[in-house]
Nanobody, 127 residues
Framework: QVQVVESGGGLVQPGGSLRLSCVVS????????IGWFRQATGKEREPVSC???????YYSDSVKGRFTISRDNAKSTVYLQMNSLKLEDTAVYYCAAADLPKLWGSSWSTQKSYDYWGQGTQVTVSA
C-alpha cells in the first residue's frame, strides 16, 4: 500500500524560506515521478513542481527560480525548497506520486497523472 506523507509547512514572513518534505512508502521512490501541487483557499488546486525518475524537473512559472525540487531515494523522500516566499504562496501543499517514472510534456501539471496523494501541509506567508 502506497502512502504519501508531507511535512514541513508552517508560518513564514515574506522573503523567507521553508523546506517541505514528502515521504513515500510502499514502492521504490526512484522509479516514480513525484509532484507537488498547492491549493489556496477558494482557488483550484494548481501544479507547483515535479521530479521524474531521471531527476528531470518541472516548475510552474509562478515558482520558477524560487523553488527547487529534489529527491533522496535512499530516504524515500522528495523535498521542495521554497525561497523568497511571497504572500501568494500561501496554500495547502500536496505531494503526489505517479505510477509512471516519467510524465511527458505538460502531463506533469495534470492531477490525473498522479495516483497517490498526501493529506497536505499548510504553508502560510504573512507579515
Amino acid at each position: 500500500q502506497v502512502q504519501v506523507v508531507e511535512s514541513g509547512g508552517g508560518l513564514v514572513q515574506p522573503g523567507g524560506s521553508l523546506r517541505l518534505s514528502c515521504v513515500v512508502s510502499g514502492f521504490r521512490l526512484g522509479q516514480h515521478a513525484i509532484g507537488w501541487f498547492r491549493q489556496a483557499t477558494g482557488k483550484e488546486r494548481e501544479p507547483v513542481s515535479c521530479i521524474t525518475d531521471d531527476v528531470s524537473t518541472y516548475y510552474s512559472d509562478s515558482v520558477k527560480g524560487r523553488f527547487t525540487i529534489s529527491r533522496d531515494n535512499a530516504k524515500s523522500t522528495v523535498y521542495l525548497q521554497m525561497n523568497s516566499l511571497k504572500l501568494e504562496d500561501t496554500a495547502v501543499y500536496y505531494c503526489a506520486a505517479a505510477d509512471l517514472p516519467k510524465l511527458w510534456g505538460s502531463s506533469w501539471s495534470t492531477q490525473k497523472s498522479y495516483d497517490y496523494w498526501g493529506q497536505g501541509t499548510q504553508v502560510t506567508v504573512s507579515a
